[in-house]
């Protein structure tokens, strides 16, 4: 795939994280253009589109996966809506950067992949967190050996929502609940520092719609290590990780997932800050991951490969199956 200098991105579905990313990707990726925007809603499309002076303004999907100058897709739908995007561009010929969670179950996540692969067309999941300079700094410390080996990781996620059975986060049709909107965060940090656990416990509460709003996990690994996790649209918490070690801790400051500063305690020494990076809201550091894997050809990312995003699903289904939580497009 021969890709020009600007990326013309494509912006599929004008909410509001994808006016996050937007923001992002005009002010802090200095090689890429928002090129073509869609909504169902034309108006919303319009608007979206004269901030971020698109060129071209859809209120079709189809029609900006036609449209022949865009490069790559970032689908910023609803999670439930992502494996019906993710195949429309796909299928259209063109890249994709797709909000997470990736799809509703591995199933769809599994086709997805091999749609990518059989067109040779690049995908990957809108783990944004995974490129933070912060987190690049997490593994560079952990690597290095200083708190040890890992024992043990907390980290939780957690606002207050106002219950609204219309909304988004509460409506089952959408996939809505804690552990997909958020709980997938700490589940995240856990998988890249331990992998995948031998053993995952999980309960949850639930709202009247039938979405979960508390999810707790407890994992544990084949090397010894265990995680407590936590997710919450019921309360505001901390949204903090400690990694604790045979040697020492290190605390990523809350919001953990796009922190801008670590605590690294060795036990015995005194306890080092570390600032870290964090440009706009964080979402031009997965966007530049994008455009240097098209540059180099490549249809996945060695820093989030599709087996990582598989996984991850894998352990999503595995805990909604534990808690009972099944998605209206399931049954």
């Known amino acids: 795939m021969n890709i020009p200098n600007p990326t013309r991105w494509g912006i599929l579905a004008c909410g509001k994280i994808a006016e996050k990313f937007a923001d992002d990707l005009v002010a802090h990726v200095p090689d890429a253009v928002v090129y073509a925007v869609a909504s169902r809603d034309f108006m919303k499309a319009h608007i979206f589109g004269q901030k971020y ?32 995007h993710t195949l429309l561009c796909l299928n259209g010929g063109k890249a994709v950067l797709c909000e997470k969670a990736f799809a509703i179950n591995t199933t769809m996540v599994k086709e997805m992949i091999e749609k990518s692969k059989e067109k040779n067309l690049f995908l990957m999941e809108a783990i944004w967190t995974r490129f933070h300079p ?16 890992i024992v043990h990781i907390v980290a ?16 089952p049709a959408l996939t809505g609940g804690a552990l997909y909107d958020i709980g997938i965060y700490p589940l995240f940090i856990s998988k890249l520092l331990l992998g995948n656990p031998k053993e995952i416990k999980a309960v949850a509460t639930f709202a009247p719609t039938g979405v979960d709003t508390n999810t707790s996990l407890s994992l544990s690994y084949e090397n010894g290590a265990t995680a407590s996790l936590f997710s919450t649209l019921n309360a505001q918490t901390d949204t903090t990780c400690t990694i604790y070690g045979s040697k020492g801790k290190l605390f990523l400051h809350g919001r953990f997932h796009e922190t801008k500063g670590l605590t690294l305690e060795v036990y015995g020494e005194e306890p080092q800050f570390f600032e870290t ?18 540059k180099l050809g490549e249809i996945e990312s ?30």
Do not use: W
């Open 53 to 84: 002076e698109a060129t071209k303004i859809f209120n079709s999907y189809q029609d900006l996966v036609d449209c022949p100058e865009v490069d790559v897709i970032y689908i910023a739908s609803p999670h439930a809506l992502h494996y019906e």
């Open 134 to 149: 912060a987190i690049a700094q997490t593994l560079e410390i952990i690597q290095s050996g200083q708190i040890g080996d």
């Open 156 to 171: 939780d996620f957690g606002f207050k929502a106002v219950y609204d059975e219309n909304a988004r986060l509460f409506n």
């Open 277 to 294: 990076e964090r440009l706009g809201h964080g979402y031009s550091y997965e966007a530049q991951e994008v455009q240097r894997c098209l």
């Open 302 to 331: 060695d820093k989030l490969p599709l087996q990582f995003s598989l996984e991850l699903m894998e352990m999503l289904c595995e805990i909604r199956q534990q808690i009972g939580l099944v998605y209206p497009q399931e049954v």
